[in-house]
């Protein structure tokens, strides 16, 4: 197991089963020969999380919906759910198509890699916009998707479509979900929302002469499925861990990965070897690249003793619960030793850190003292539960502490085994509770060996996640100059 677990739990049988349900019962709602439904896979998992939370342990539901659609691995889900739609052209002809659309986030990429081709930026949400902060290459258009957006042209389709929708709920009042008085309203409204986007990147797609799409997952289904519907390739590059539920079904033409253990999961989750592409991050590669400040002036910023080991703790969206149970261990692990914790929160980590933070040798550092590089290049060890900054540890030299806390159930972060993926790839030291971590981190303070260990891990954990050799922005824009050429 890496990423995530190969056989489905009672979580996710009825994640996907129901949602195979929903593909099938509701396929002939459709616009252009586009099937809607997949499109609403992610608004559906949402919906259907009190069914989900309410049945899982229920092994009488969960068995028989698994041996209705023979669901019982992860890859069982990728065979059933990520059927393509039949394109209306054939990819390899689309020569005039030479435009690759992609988010803001990979604008870093794009102005070193592709400068002689031509780039959109697609712009949906804030995020989007606080990317684009700074002078943008005259190679790149900014496309806002809103202003792409024309609510009265769907309008007679539309309620077409909510015609058939009102006599596909009525014939399928038998089913457990389907027959609940709310999912009608919902189904109604998403198929709005759903149709406007359709038709928005069908706009986009033609006027752009859009030859590429790349993105790091594929949960924005419309693009997704109206790509290949046009034979367009669709280019999925990771950047930091994903798991199943931000991109299974795969149906991405070029699945790009960072090394041997990406490529052996997207493997086994049924991707044919000739659409997986091992290019490495391009986001790591480049930040790795970018100047951190010296030991000294470090320790001098953040007023940290010369005698004292420096640990990072890197936290998670686990929740509040979970970050100070792990706040508690390390106060009780590092008592007495000479070591300064710096705590770096997850961006969507909620947790109050200021009482703690207020206490040596707790250390919580502002952005503009100190980057995160800055912190792991300067740390001598870091400590986390499946933060992707173990990789960018390992870049560094330095070594884990695999912090495996007793984990509540989370509908959409802890319903697999994906947050034990350090442990599974022997990234580090694991430990499981407070008194392992003292233990731990006297042995990491008094012997010499203990920390060459530690490092021996990290880099054998590098070697395996992470290709190390050449550079990852020159394997992604071959993929990229390929699909274009070839199409999907």
Known sequence: MMYGQETLNGHNVLRYGWTLDFFHHFRSLTADGLSLPPMMQREFHQWIRPYVDKYKNDPEVTAKLAESHRFYTVRDVQRELGRLPQPLVDGSNNSDRRSILTSPSFLPFIEEYLKDQSVILIVNGVRDAEKLSHQIPDHCQICHLTDWMQPDSIKKKLLAIWKITEDLVAENQHHLLFRDPSFHHWLRSRIRHKLLLLYTYQRIIHHYSIGAVLDQTETMYPITLTAAHYGIPFILAPQVFVSDRSILPIRASHVCVWGPNYEKWFRRRGIPAH???????????????????????????????????????????????????????????????????????????????????????????????????????????????????????????????????????????????????????????????????????????????????????????????????????????????KALQEGR
């Open 275 to 481: 659409r997986i592409h091992t290019v490495g991050n391009v986001s790591f590669e480049r930040k790795r690249l970018e100047p951190v400040i010296s030991q000294a002036e470090f320790r001098k910023r953040l007023g940290i003793s010369p005698e004292h080991r420096i640990l990072v703790f890197a936290s998670q969206f686990y929740g509040e619960t979970v970050n100070q149970t792990l706040t508690r261990w390390i106060a009780y692990a590092m008592e007495g030793l000479p070591i300064t914790c710096i705590l770096l929160p997850h961006p969507s980590d909620e947790t109050d850190y200021s009482e703690i933070s207020r206490h040596p040798p707790f250390i919580l550092p502002s952005r503009s003292v100190t980057s995160l590089y800055d912190c792991l290049a300067n740390m001598d060890a870091l400590m986390t539960i499946s933060s992707n900054t173990a990789v960018e540890a390992a870049m560094f030299g330095k070594g884990v502490f695999i912090l495996q806390p007793p984990l509540p159930y989370l509908y959409e972060h802890t319903n697999n085994d994906s947050s034990s993926l350090l442990v599974q790839s022997n990234a580090g030291i694991t430990i499981r509770n407070q008194e392992e971590l003292r233990r731990s981190l006297r042995h990491f303070i008094e012997k010499p060996n203990y920390r060459t260990h530690m490092k021996h891990l990290a880099k054998s954990f590098l070697s395996q996640t992470m290709i190390a050799d050449g550079s990852s922005g020159i394997r992604l824009r071959k993929v990229i100059l």
